[in-house]
């Protein structure tokens, strides 16, 4: 630390990791929401393509905890998305009262284009960074996320009397769904 603080203070908000994901976070989600845009989607839309595009048949319900939105709004945004053209819902197996979403062929091009996009956008993010460092960099992220994914490092107790503190409101959801249901065949055009 080269600045001068002030008496109270003990850091800069920058030495706090959590600050510098945040920021990481707020410019990947602007860079994306400019490239979703120009391929005629929303930012929550395209999150949802990313998520169909693993290939496992999703609920709204589940979409919603994956692609970090509330139910209500992952409703919408399928809809929307079946509305366009771009996703499609069949019936749940063993629920019919569930429909389970997939992405179509028109799905799989909007996707693919605002994908190879977003891989620039990422590259660009890690240019100055080694080629060693650029490989292992998703793979830290992904271990940051999963560590944390269970509550405060696995501490469930931890996680549930936080939760319980927050005001109820609209909120992101903590955990992706892991159980996925039966998978679907992966439908990409050639």
Request: proline share 5%; charged share 25%.
């Given at each position: 630390?080269?600045?001068?603080?002030?008496?109270?203070?003990?850091?800069l908000a920058t030495d706090e990791l959590y600050y510098t994901l945040n920021r990481l976070s707020?410019?990947?989600?602007?860079?994306?929401?400019?490239?979703?845009?120009?391929?005629?989607?929303?930012?929550?839309?395209?999150?949802?393509?990313?998520?169909?595009?693993?290939?496992?048949?999703?609920?709204?319900?589940?979409?919603?905890?994956?692609?970090?939105?509330?139910?209500?709004?992952?409703?919408?945004?399928?809809?929307?998305?079946?509305?366009?053209?771009?996703?499609?819902?069949?019936?749940?197996?063993?629920?019919?009262?569930?429909?389970?979403?997939?992405?179509?062929?028109?799905?799989?091009?909007?996707?693919?284009?605002?994908?190879?996009?977003?891989?620039?956008?990422?590259?660009?993010?890690?240019?100055?960074?080694?080629?060693?460092?650029?490989?292992?960099?998703?793979?830290?992220?992904?271990?940051?996320?999963?560590?944390?994914?269970?509550?405060?490092?696995?501490?469930?107790?931890?996680?549930?009397?936080?939760?319980?503190?927050?005001?109820?409101r609209g909120t992101l959801a903590r955990t992706p769904d892991i159980r996925p249901l039966p998978?679907?065949?992966?439908?990409?055009?050639?």
């Amino acid at each position: 630390m080269n600045e001068q603080l002030p008496p109270r203070a003990t850091s800069l908000a920058t030495d706090e990791l959590y600050y510098t994901l945040n920021r990481l976070s707020r410019s990947m989600n602007r860079a994306a929401d400019d490239i979703s845009w120009r391929h005629g989607v929303s930012l929550a839309e395209f999150n949802v393509l990313l998520v169909l595009a693993e290939g496992v048949l999703l609920s709204s319900a589940q979409l919603a905890r994956r692609a970090f939105v509330t139910p209500q709004s992952s409703h919408q945004v399928v809809s929307t998305l079946v509305a366009g053209g771009l996703v499609e819902t069949v019936e749940h197996p063993t629920d019919g009262r569930i429909k389970l979403a997939r992405l179509t062929d028109a799905g799989w091009e909007v996707l693919d284009a605002a994908r190879g996009e977003l891989r620039v956008m990422q590259a660009r993010a890690m240019s100055d960074l080694s080629e060693a460092d650029r490989e292992r960099v998703p793979a830290i992220l992904a271990t940051l996320a999963e560590t944390l994914q269970g509550g405060w490092f696995g501490d469930v107790e931890a996680a549930e009397a936080a939760a319980a503190r927050r005001p109820l409101r609209g909120t992101l959801a903590r955990t992706p769904d892991i159980r996925p249901l039966p998978h679907a065949d992966r439908k990409k055009p050639s």
